[in-house]
């Protein structure tokens, strides 16, 4: 039975939550074939703590994307961020019992599990086992283990770790939202396969993703993954103090913040006024955008040294780990005036904003969609449609198997292999969500 090559992603952000639907074109490309946008109430810092508020946000950005689309959703692949977030570096190993057969995918699996049974704080869970390089009897820097010859596998992992109850209620929300839950992957991942290419994995970058409520950050090197962090704070910081400095209701505040707002304070002359109307038949408010730049500064500069200090803390100063690329910022919090310069001044690294259209096919939606505020939900529906063939090419394996009898055994676990990869989280949840109805 083929299936047809479309996913669902869903970005439950502080702000915002994003669905989006997507397919795969023929020149390989992403087709959003439509998205919805709604308000995001009931979610604090990246951590739902209003579960029907987010349910009926969660169903307004459903509905709009249905609309849009003219097509139902049903299954959904969900971000997760939120200040819970934590990774580690881990090394394992495992003795083969037949040294004389070529390592399989099935051993590179079993070394993962393995990683899988770690034993972590109470309330907390492993959510992604990211393999970074091998070592196979004693022989380091390998990247792929597979074919070779050896009795001692060795890897080490970067370990990205949750709080399972903040999990939870996201895949709650989601499931009394009407909707399946598809499978969850971390935010600064999405955006990466989102906005980052190739070669500047390869090279070594340092992706910022400047959320509402949180800032992302995941390193690249080598084309693998070496560090991700989730830092508590992000524009709706600078927002709120915007509002506490100049005295203004937080609406007035996100609108000066977007339409005049500069992270340089030497950019704007002194005599640059904005009126704002007065509440209620009083004054307007006068403003000098001098002090509004300072403001915003002042904030921006204290998120960019947190996420400068995480790529220190990765290690970047050394040979091996310098990153070359640079960094790419990207997140609704990228789109501020004069960012760009701000964090090459502050960090000494080349930056660019990233937008997630490299990966797109360009259409109708490609100009709404192609904006940096949308990285993590197009790169959300990137896993969801991969998910997607992965899965029909399960189920095509597991159809030729049925039909010819011989090594049916050996396919078999192939798939159930396959499946165990991506399903082994959402499972786990799944089963949690029935057992708590």
């Known amino acids: 039975m083929k299936r047809e090559n479309k996913g669902v992603g869903l970005d439950i952000g502080t702000t915002k939550i994003v669905a989006m639907l997507g397919r795969k074109n023929e020149y390989g490309k992403l087709k959003i074939i439509g998205a919805g946008k709604s308000e995001s109430l009931g979610v604090h810092r990246g951590v739902v703590n209003n579960i029907t508020q987010t349910i009926q946000s969660i169903q307004a950005a459903v ?206 002359k002194d005599n640059e006024i904005v009126a704002i109307p007065g509440l209620r038949g009083r004054d307007p408010k006068e403003i000098t955008l001098k002090n509004l730049s300072k403001i915003i500064h002042a904030r921006v500069k204290e998120i960019i040294e947190s996420v400068y200090a995480e790529i220190k803390n990765y290690g970047h100063e050394e040979q091996k780990k310098k990153l070359i690329a640079g960094i790419v910022l990207t997140g609704g919090g990228s789109q501020l005036k004069h960012l760009k310069q701000l964090v090459e001044y502050i960090t000494g690294m080349d930056t660019r904003i990233g937008f997630p259209n490299e990966h797109l096919a360009g259409d109708e939606h490609a100009e709404s969609t192609a904006s940096p505020m949308f990285s993590t939900a197009v790169g959300l529906v990137m896993k969801a449609v991969e998910q997607m063939s992965a899965f029909e090419e399960i189920e095509d394996e597991t159809d030729d198997g049925e039909e010819s009898s011989t090594g049916d055994a050996s396919e078999h676990h192939e798939v159930k292999k396959r499946r165990s990869i991506f399903d082994r989280f959402t499972e786990g949840i799944r089963e949690f969500l029935d057992n708590a109805e």
Request: net charge negative; proline share 4%; charged share 25%.
């Open 63 to 268: 509905q709009e994307a249905e609309t849009a689309s003219g097509e139902t959703i049903s299954e959904v692949v969900v971000g997760i961020a939120g200040q819970h977030i934590r990774s580690l570096q881990h090394s394992d190993y495992i003795t083969r019992p037949n040294p004389e057969e070529v390592i399989q995918e099935s051993d590179v699996e079993e070394l993962i599990n393995q990683v899988y049974k770690l034993v972590m704080l109470p309330g907390e869970e492993i959510i992604h086992v990211l393999p970074q390089e091998f070592k196979v009897d004693g022989q380091s820097e390998i990247k792929e283990p597979i074919g070779m010859y050896g009795a001692r596998l060795e890897a080490n992992f970067h370990v990205v770790v949750g709080q399972m109850s903040s999990i939870r209620n996201i895949a709650r929300c989601v499931k009394s939202a009407g909707l399946e839950f598809g499978g969850i992957t971390l935010e600064p991942l999405a955006s990466s396969s989102a906005v980052l290419s190739k070669e500047e994995k390869e090279a070594g970058v340092a992706l910022i993703d400047i959320g509402g409520g949180t800032t992302d950050l995941a390193i690249f090197k080598d084309g693998i993954i070496r560090h991700t962090s989730v830092i508590p704070f992000g524009g709706n910081i600078i927002t709120e103090d915007i509002k506490e400095g100049c005295s203004i209701i937080e609406k007035q505040a996100e609108l000066l913040k977007t339409k005049f707002g500069s992270a340089w304070p030497g950019e704007n």
